[in-house]
């Protein structure tokens, strides 16, 4: 624990009407600076807060629900609306999630394409944590300079797939758009540029005497705490812990690039964010060999299902090659799809956002679950903010960088 | 990979205000920098191909009306069932006829699995976004809606509809043999799979032409 925190022990609460009562603040759901719709019931000695109750769900779509009556294929968009900010990288956990549970081989060009689009969505969820995390603080100038490199990327998104925000890019089995040549130029242009642009950050923060202040021994959350109540991400590895899903169990074209995880070592808010800064040099280097390794063949799988998926996949009529006599032979397509229930995980900006499935062998899921990484983070606020002051809460949000749309889905 | 980074600082930094000023030298520099902002309603970005904006359907020049052979797949496959489709059945022959095509344009979420899994390439999300209003009837697109969309999208970008070509009517990447004959349109030739590119010596070159090493 650090040094600056008080003991909560010694903070007395009067009776009501005392003198020292504690005092209530509602924070949210319309806090700006609690990036959504989160709200956070605190409890106030001072200017110390003494208890933090967040409260979730105003966000709430039963997105879990809604697939249980959509075919997978269908799902996929509503996968979008999660994590929006760095959507590519939920339809990339989606996607390798289905094709786990329906036995489906991804080509070795799509793979590098999800890989690549996965970075560039990490890039751009970084950024937009930066942007805000850095303005809930006070430093307004860091989110111009983050939203010029983010516009650049979500241009790229539009020329690969039509849309910035909801890209809906990979489908079961691969990805439905081939990148092009000018694609691959542009981005390509795009990360010898961008480590510059870091530094253009790290000048305007990095060393700061205001930023240290507001961030150094904030929030500090030990290993085995961090570990215990399951955290995921940056937000671990800044407390000193080295898990990573793309590391420890690689996914689509992982395992054929080289980076390096950054660990931190003190576990309070500037450790996180340099986590997250080291990221964004090992993401441009991930894009980089992506695009330089890129592997000519089909995007698509040849076993991968229609998008038109049905909920009972009928028996397939065609012609039995061993037979001259032009007999027709009832062959079934697929075997139904595969029955049972798998845990798919991968490494999205936030965290580690894994898709639980249940399948009783029809088109649809029987039952999904999403471990969404922001709501699990949020159920740590109460550790992180609990004996510093109000404004620290600020920071520690934005340090945990939490989606609501992912939290209360 | 441990993180190093130092804080600490020496006296004259603490003293001269080092950081401080080198941001604020950062900030000077970049007022004489081109601006990169885009002045939207007086300037607009070009857009790709593949943009998913305002539907349509496409106007059959041999025919005058649309292609759509009512195979139900693009209602059957949309996540957020916003398109309605009647149609009526001949007897004799058992060729469909469609009598209305419908879409809720407020329900739609453009993730173009329509335009995508259309046999005929009836369908298609256009490259048009401004379309906002004050009333919800105007969303409501009927067939003849749909087909002055694509009027209007023609007109409005002085496309020529033989030439028009859009990423979804035939996605990117995939061989000919693998598409209906409705999909099989000519596309740029780092659309197709047999032109498809990869990164050799810095540049994107067409994967056929490219060296190994």
Known sequence: ?????????LIKNDTPGGENEAYTVAMGPQHPATHGVLKLDLELDGETVIKCRPTVGFLHRGV??????????????????????????????????????????????????????????????????????????GAMTVFLYCFRERENLLDMFEELCGARLTTTYTCIGGVRQDVTGHFLETLYAFTEEFPSRVKEYETLIDQNRIWLKRTKGIGVITAEQAVSLGLTGPSLRGSGVDYDVRKHMPYDAYPFVEFEVPIGSEGDVYDRYRCRMEEFLQSNSIIRQCIEQLPAGPVRAEDAPDLVMEYNPAKKVAADATFSSGIIKLMEDRDRYMQGDVYVAAEVPKGELGFYFVSDGHGRPYRMHIRSPSYIHIGALPYLCEGYMVADVIANIGSLDVVLGECDR | MKIKYKTKKGLVERILLLEILKGLALTLRRMFSKSVTVQYPKEKKKLFPGFRGRHALIRDPASGTARCVACMRCATVC????????????????????????????????????????????????????????????FHFD?????????????????????????FLRPRGASEGELPAGKRISVPSDWTFEGQVVWRDGRAVPAKEAVRL
């Open chain 2, 79 to 138: 996540p957020s069932r916003c398109i309605s489709i009647r149609y009526t059945k001949d007897e004799n022959t058992g060729a469909r006829k469609v009598t209305s095509y419908e879409i809720e344009a407020l329900r739609c979420i453009y993730c173009g699995y329509c335009e995508e899994v259309c046999p005929v390439n009836a369908i298609v999300l256009t490259e048009e976004y401004e379309y906002s209003d004050y009333v919800r009837e105007p």
């Open chain 1, 1 to 9: 624990m650090s040094a600056n925190k008080p003991d909560l022990k």
């Open chain 1, 64 to 137: 879990e629900k809604l697939a249980e009556n959509m075919s997978y294929a269908q799902v996929l968009p509503l996968t979008d609306r999660l994590d929006y900010i760095a959507s590519m990288a939920n339809n990339v956990a989606y996607s390798i999630a289905v094709e786990t549970l329906l036995g489906i081989e991804t080509p070795l060009r799509a793979k590098y394409i999800r890989t690549m689009v996965m970075e560039m969505a990490r890039l751009t969820g970084h950024l937009l944590w930066l942007a805000t995390h850095a303005l809930d603080i």
């Open chain 2, 143 to 167: 067939m003849e809606g749909l087909l002055h969309n694509w009027d209007q999208f023609l007109a409005k970008n002085k496309i020529d509809p033989k030439t028009y070509i859009n990423p």
